[in-house]
């Protein structure tokens, strides 16, 4: 069976006319992963037993001739940052190593719902702080279009086993890039709800005002697809808007003409890689031929978004990760004699080198005598980044950039350099401070091989117009299946 | 260099993290490379402009309403509700009795 040639769409319609069977879909799955994860890395825990459960289930109400839901057989790979009951859960993190989830993320279980089939939780940067897959505390995570480059982060693992066909799609979660940078790096779509679209009840958090879960896919109508059955109100998030949730797959197939697209000068400046800068140019092309009306914009705080978002997310990361004390569950030091040395060796000893800068940078931004230059500037700041894109979104109806400035970069080659790595995320951070969503479709692929992501941002809950933005582009160049 | 090592060993602490020497060394020049970095935050005057602490209080509300009522629909009834079962969230705890975490001993007699 050819798994790259399935997406969620054809792999639905074929469990639903009984030509594909769930269980053997499954299985085939479960020995590509065998073959193939060795040499990437991208998945930290399989669930077989339970997915073949599952998958059988789904079979035997196709034999019974039953109606089967919408996402019947579909096999999926989840993010190791959220929660399925029974399951390993570690965040990517030897902290949490051993941890059985007593709870399911809403977003799994209603996927699980819709009749999605869970094989596996992905490998990620630990805690989601990452731009590489490096800081996993496991393996990092080769990028399968170049194994000796990242796959991106921190869904690393979810968007390098989408485009290795080790799943049909995938769930990232997105702080500041980590569902779109890596989609770019791997050649796959990966879309950023708006904060609040999708609920987080079960996301271990890094950052909960910044902090988002998402569809990585190979098309764009698959992400269409799954943000569907995911978006919406939750009672067990309060951060999860009451906003009536669109008929994405719908909205799509509408066209793009007369849309107006924003180009904003400071995504394309100094950084920019050339081949990057020459791919995305020629999709703004392409979409000026598809009919959308090409404006030329500014959003004048872009130079901000990188520091304001390195104060704010680890500011809440020290809050967020105060919880991991070896007292409820978790690593607990084997050496401590009294409590404040257990809570400080069972920390030392489990987060890594990264979580801990992240800790440490984000407790100093929130002390006593820096909180007003720090947080509360940052804060001031993420106002000014905030109301360029309200200005922008008087003008337009969505945003074109680059998704990031350069292609895959080498396994090892930023490790070192802390401040080059959150340049990585130089385009994507802002969507996320902001709040609005946003998308990385495939542009391109560098002389070396490497995929190029075009970056597409829509208003507040306008989910619809930029997937159909994108839609349209990947219908324009044949790139879409 | 803003950060001093002295700095570091007294956020360590607020932190709750034991750093070893090498750790501490390493963390003081990254969170000098990083602050330098974000000091560009200061070119820019911000006198006069709100702070924000999240986005969902600004969209997806009802824009009619004010203050709390905008967030009417997070409430819920008083009321109590199942909890999870004590002994599966016992079934993580590093160290217990079944019925309470047990940790070092915190009071000296």
Same mark, same amino acid.
């Given at each position: 069976m050819d798994l790259s040639a399935l997406t969620v769409e054809s792999t639905r319609t074929a469990v639903a006319e009984r030509v594909l069977n769930p269980v053997a879909l499954a299985e085939e799955f479960y020995k590509k992963i065998e073959a193939d994860?060795?040499? !990437?890395?991208?998945? =930290?825990? =399989?669930c077989k037993d339970r997915a073949m459960k599952k998958a059988a289930a789904v079979q035997a109400a196709a034999d019974k001739g039953d109606a089967l839901p919408? =996402?019947?057989?579909v096999p999926v790979a989840i993010k190791d940052v959220m929660t399925i009951a029974g399951v390993q859960a570690t965040a990517g993190s030897k902290i949490l190593k051993g941890w059985i989830a007593p709870y399911t993320a809403t977003v799994v279980q209603r996927l699980e719902d819709a009749g999605a089939i869970v094989l596996g939780k992905t490998n990620c940067d630990e805690f989601a702080m990452g731009s590489s897959n490096e800081n996993s505390g496991y393996f990092p995570v080769h990028n399968p279009?170049? =194994?000796?480059r990242v796959p991106g982060g921190s869904s690393g693992g979810s968007a390098a086993a989408v485009a290795a066909n080790l799943c049909v799609a995938a769930l990232g979660s997105d702080t500041g890039g980590s569902i779109r940078q890596p989609a770019a790096f791997c050649g796959v779509v990966g879309l950023l709800p708006t904060y609040g679209r999708v609920s987080r009840y079960g996301l271990i958090a890094f950052a909960s005002s910044l902090d988002h879960i998402g569809p990585i896919t190979k098309t764009v109508k698959d992400a269409a697809i799954l943000l569907r059955y995911i978006a919406g109100r939750d009672k067990c998030d309060s951060t999860s808007a009451d906003v009536p949730v669109t008929d994405y797959e719908a909205e !799509?197939?509408?066209?793009?003409?007369g849309l107006r697209l924003g180009v904003p000068k400071e995504y394309f400046g100094e950084g920019l890689d050339t081949e990057v800068s020459t791919a995305v140019e020629t999709a703004i092309q392409k979409l000026a031929q598809a009919g959308c009306e090409i404006v030329p914009i500014s959003l004048p705080h872009t130079e901000y978004a990188v520091p304001t978002y390195y104060i704010i997310a680890t500011a809440e990361a020290s809050a967020n990760l105060a919880?991991?004390?070896?007292?409820?569950y978790g690593h607990r030091s084997s050496s401590a004699h009294t409590l404040s040395e257990m809570y400080r060796r069972s920390r030392d000893e489990g987060f890594g080198a990264e979580v801990k800068r992240r800790i440490m940078l984000g407790t100093y931004a929130l002390s006593a005598g820096y909180y007003d230059a720090y947080y509360r500037k940052a804060q001031q700041v993420r106002t000014l980044l905030t109301r360029d894109f309200e200005n922008a979104f008087q003008q337009v109806d969505a945003i074109v950039t680059p998704t990031t400035p350069t292609p895959a970069f080498k396994l090892g080659e930023k490790v070192d350099d802390p401040v080059s790595m959150y340049l990585a995320d130089i385009y994507t951070v802002t969507a996320d401070l902001v709040g609005v969503p946003g998308i990385s479709v495939p542009c391109g692929i560098s002389k070396e091989g490497l995929p190029i992501g075009l970056q597409i941002l829509g208003g507040h809950f306008d989910e619809a117009t930029v997937l159909r933005i994108a839609h349209v582009y990947e219908h324009e160049t044949g790139t879409g299946r | 260099m803003k950060v001093t090592e002295k700095d570091v060993q007294y956020v360590a602490d607020l932190a709750n993290l034991e750093l070893t020497p090498e750790e501490q060394s390493r963390i003081l020049k990254d969170l000098n490379s990083i602050l330098e970095h974000i000091d560009r935050l200061n070119q820019l005057n911000t006198k006069n402009v709100p702070p924000m602490a999240q986005t969902s209080d600004k969209f997806?509300?009802?824009?009619s309403k004010q203050g709390s009522d905008r967030f009417s629909y997070v409430m819920r009834e008083d009321e109590t509700r199942p909890s999870l079962p004590r002994e599966v969230l016992m079934e993580n705890a590093p160290d217990s009795d079944g019925a309470f975490f047990k940790v070092p001993k915190v009071i000296e007699r």
């Open positions: 994860d060795p040499q !990437i890395g991208a998945y =930290l825990t =399989l919408p =996402l019947a057989g279009r170049d =194994l000796s !799509i197939g509408k066209p793009a003409k919880r991991f004390d070896g007292v409820r | 997806g509300i009802d824009a």
